[in-house]
DNA sequence: ATTAGGG
DNA sequence: CCCTAAT
């Protein structure tokens, strides 16, 4: 008699989960489905385990045979179905894998307790977690793997318990005191199966949009009505004592499921992401501008690279009078205090730095700073401003190096993707990103010196407007940074600082008498702009304006007109 | 790859 | 300084 029950349950375990494994096959994995599925192995299990309690010591071998089957079967088919590729979808996947180790678990962790330990078993069991959360993690979620891990710790504790006998079992759960509570509590009744589905999925919704949202999945947008009534599980927030209580609880009997589904690590990797978004919104800058310029690896990257160390440059003692001279004239030109402080141009630097910042890009980066993130977490090594090319394989990089405008579309799915990477990363993130925000100098942010400028002028000079790449590399090409566009930028500055661009109009002139003020550019190196403006125009298109009258030497002046020019302006 | 120009 | 379009 005795023999003949479990077997009938075993039997049905045996049809049951056969079935479920191919259902799926059939149609698309539909979230109902999926739910559907998680529920029924988990009542096979809890099916299982009941025959398992009643049958006695003397159904043993049974009970072991049954989870026998279970453990090399059922969990050796997961990872199977999943390699075949039935399941894709990510989360429902993931809560199925989960759902079946918790399902398996909880039954093992019974008997264990009811009829001693029996090593075989728990090392089949053991095993075979591994092989799905391997399964498991290399499918899809990769933030599952965490949880599987920590499962695996859990389970652990589970099998220690089981070991020690019952006597030892409480002190074994004070790593999960919420287990014992519920394990104690009569809470396991406050559920009825009939609700058990929605329940299910109203508790993923609640969670999901208790998160935030961004890992709730299309298929299950439900109301959550029913979430009150779990408060409790819902409340739990640790990851490892949400999974530990839900296997314990999984002893219970219908409650089980429902609580197994508020996973709470979703809530810690939440709180990563939030926080790292919050924390820092630059950074954008420089992973992103490398890493669409990987192209011109041999002059940016190492620009970069050199950026450090450059910083730390001494200044010829000719500049400290006339330290730099920035021209930020949208910019700074709004700036009226700017003017109280002229010569402050220590600070300047800072004031720019700050300016730009609140310019408003940042706000809507934060999504690409995820993914930064995530690059930041790909290539392992801690790079400080250089190492830019080498992570261009990964799916999370070539994502960051999207346009702007198409973050807000992909950030969604970044984000499921990188969550696993964004707990990599918290930590990089303090160390790395801090300290540069820290210190007012941005990276590709450099003033420009007056021999800078002067060396600028020279080779404008030499090779007139609009040849930067021979300026720069003739000229600058001690300074790795300071691309020619750099230079173009730079001489247009100049150009408008010297007061020969754009003659135009009142307000010009106000401005410039403004700029004048806090930029201390040496009357020579104005001068000398303004010459090389005259027979350089720099839009070439109004050369015109005034040396109209000697076409030829604006033609083939270089050296012996800029000898003349040198001259005019040392004599001033 | 370089340049011009807008932001 | 960054980005993009046009050479």
């Known amino acids: 008699m005795e023999n003949g029950h479990p077997s009938l349950g075993l039997e049905d375990g045996t049809i049951d989960v056969e079935r479920l ?92 307790l009811d009829y001693g330990s029996s090593e075989g078993l728990q090392a089949s069991v053991s095993d075979s977690q591994i092989q799905v959360s391997t399964a498991g993690s290399d499918t899809v979620c990769r933030s599952d793997l965490f949880r599987t891990y920590d499962f695996r710790d859990c389970q652990k504790d589970h099998f220690n318990v089981g070991r020690s006998k019952l006597s030892d079992a409480p002190s074994q759960c004070t790593i999960s005191p919420r287990s014992c509570s519920l394990q104690n509590s009569g809470k396991s009744q406050n559920s009825s199966r009939s609700s058990f589905q929605d329940v299910l999925s109203d508790e993923n919704d609640g969670r999901f949009s208790q998160a935030g949202e961004m890992f709730c999945s299309p298929k299950t947008k439900r109301n959550s009505d029913v979430l009150t009534g779990h408060g409790d599980a819902i409340d739990v927030i640790e990851g490892q004592e949400t999974l530990t209580t839900t296997s314990v609880q999984a002893s219970n009997t219908d409650v089980l499921p429902t609580q197994k589904r508020s996973r709470k690590p979703t809530k810690r990797y939440i709180d990563e992401f939030v926080d790292p978004i919050t924390t820092h919104s630059k950074k954008r800058r420089e992973v992103s501008s490398s890493t669409v310029k990987y192209k011109s690896l041999g002059v940016k990257d190492h620009k970069k690279c050199q950026v450090g160390p450059k910083a730390i440059r001494v200044v010829p003692p000719e500049e400290f009078s006339v330290v730099a001279i920035q021209v930020p004239f949208g910019s700074l030109a709004n700036k ?237």
């Open 21 to 112: 494994l191919v259902e799926p096959q059939d149609g698309h994995m539909s979230m109902d489905s999926v739910i559907c599925f998680n529920e029924k192995i988990t009542k096979n299990a809890m099916d299982i385990e009941d025959v398992s309690r009643s049958s006695g010591g003397s159904d043993t071998g049974i009970a072991q045979e049954r989870k026998d089957f279970l453990n090399g079967e059922v969990l050796n088919a997961m990872p199977s179905e999943i390699e075949a590729g039935y399941f894709r979808l990510e989360n429902d996947f993931c809560s199925m894998g989960e759902e079946y180790l918790l399902g398996v678990e909880f039954a093992e962790s019974i008997t264990n």
């Open 336 to 572: 009226e205090c700017a003017e109280s402080h002229p010569y402050n141009t220590g600070a300047r630097v800072d004031s720019r730095n700050s300016m730009t910042k609140s310019k408003g890009k940042c706000v809507t980066l934060h999504n690409q700073n995820i993914m930064e993130k995530c690059v930041t977490a790909v290539d392992v090594k801690k790079r400080g401003d250089c190492g830019t090319g080498q992570k261009k394989t990964d799916g999370c990089v070539t994502e960051a190096q999207l346009k702007r405008k198409d973050e807000h579309a992909t950030a969604a799915h970044q984000k499921k993707r990188n969550e696993c990477a964004i707990a990599v990363i918290r930590k990089k993130r303090d160390d790395n990103l801090t300290a540069e925000e820290i210190s007012g100098r941005r990276k590709h942010h450099r003033l420009w010196t007056i021999s800078e400028v002067r060396k600028l002028i020279e080779g404008v000079s030499q090779y007139g407007v609009g040849r930067w790449s021979r300026i720069k590399k003739l000229f600058f090409s001690a300074s790795a940074h300071r691309t020619s566009v750099d230079l173009k930028d730079k001489w247009r500055n100049l150009l408008k600082a010297s007061g020969m661009q754009e003659q135009g109009s009142q307000t010009q002139q106000g401005e410039k008498k403004r700029n004048m003020a806090w930029r201390p550019l040496p009357k020579s190196i104005l001068g000398r702009v303004c010459e090389l403006a005259t027979m350089y125009p720099y839009p070439k298109g109004q050369r015109l304006k005034i040396c109209r009258d000697s076409p030829d030497r604006s033609a083939d002046i270089t050296l012996s007109d800029y000898r003349r020019i040198l001259r005019s302006i040392n004599g001033n």
